[in-house]
């Protein structure tokens, strides 16, 4: 399971580890709970961390709002940066178009008090008080 730091020189590895090299999550533990939580399907199936992976695999992965679907081409040890991260998957093009739709939604009809930014101002206050008093 020794990789040289070269997308497909490992055999196999265990997926948690590849989806913390792969850069879905930051951390192996999050991947873990993640996978724990059924957030991960191998094949449609629900696997368990310690599953070991092979290239050519097709995994469903849901990262918050987000749902993947990928082919593993690539196996690797290490953690590289986000670029060389990206080779180890091919995103099926239906996923690609699924999730862009998504975050053109979201653009498009954000989230309502997501433009507030700190503490009110003064004015704020005085506006807010004032609804309030009325009821």
């Known amino acids: 399971m020794t990789g040289t730091g ?7 590895m265990r997926i948690d580890k590849w989806l ?3 850069r879905f ?3 192996r533990s999050l991947a ?5 939580a059924g957030h991960v399907r191998l094949a449609g199936q629900a696997v368990k961390a310690a599953r070991e992976l092979h290239v050519g695999e097709s995994l469903e992965i849901v990262v918050g709002d987000s749902v993947w679907n990928v082919v593993v081409r ?3 040890a290490q953690r590289r940066p ?7 998957y091919a995103e099926t093009t239906e996923s690609r178009e699924r999730r862009l739709a998504q975050q053109e939604a979201r653009r498009l009809a954000p989230v309502p008090g997501s433009d507030l930014r700190g503490r009110p101002t003064k004015k704020a206050r005085r506006l807010i ?7």
């Open 25 to 27: 999550y930051k951390t």
């Open 32 to 36: 873990a709970q993640a996978i724990a």
């Open 74 to 76: 690539g196996l690797n």
């Open 20 to 22: 913390w090299a792969a």
């Open 82 to 88: 986000a670029p060389e991260a990206q080779q180890l």
């Open 6 to 12: 070269e997308p497909g020189s490992a055999e196999r």
């Open 129 to 135: 008080r004032g609804f309030n008093d009325n009821f």
